[in-house]
């Protein structure tokens, strides 16, 4: 099978799942956008737009869809209006993360703040992470075509998998 078949058949099954699982490196086209996978955005349920938030822990950008992220923010929106420490978690997380629009062909486009915070200036490594989708500079990563058995059943027993 080749390798554009077994990245449509991880994209289908993903699409059924209802989870965002898979690797797939995206040139960024001169104008610093990247196409986000259909079968993603199917799984996304076709937003309109999705959230990416710098990720507070790697030097990588975290796409967040929609309802992940509403579910999220829902929690913080029950707080008093005016209460000074939800304020302030919410304009942190507000000035490092916006709200980028899909276009017709499911690009979208990046602020020029948040693709250098996570190194992102030819190519983007979109690893899917079930709930949502990283993105990575390809040289951080190891090569696509390895798999990590060891990091794998290491991270599969911390949640007991």
Request: proline share 6%; aromatic share 6%.
């Amino acid at each position: 099978m080749s390798k554009k078949a077994e990245q449509c058949v991880t994209m289908e099954a993903s699409a059924r799942s209802g989870a965002l699982m898979g690797r797939f490196d995206h040139a960024l086209d001169p104008k610093k956008r990247f196409t986000i996978p259909s079968e993603w955005r199917a799984v996304m349920g076709n937003p309109a737009y999705v959230y990416v938030i710098a990720d507070p822990v790697e030097r990588c950008l975290d796409l967040v869809p929609v309802a992940e992220m509403d579910s999220r923010l829902e929690k913080l929106r029950e707080k008093a209006l005016f209460d000074p420490a939800s304020n302030r978690v919410l304009q942190i997380i507000g000035a490092n993360s916006e709200m980028p629009s899909l276009d017709s062909q499911g690009r979208i486009r990046i602020s020029d703040k948040l693709l250098q915070f996570a190194n992102l200036t030819t190519t983007v490594a979109m690893l899917g992470s079930v709930r949502m989708v990283k993105l990575w500079d390809p040289a951080a990563l190891a090569p696509a075509e390895t798999v990590d058995q060891a990091a794998l059943a290491s991270a599969l027993a911390e949640v007991g998998f």
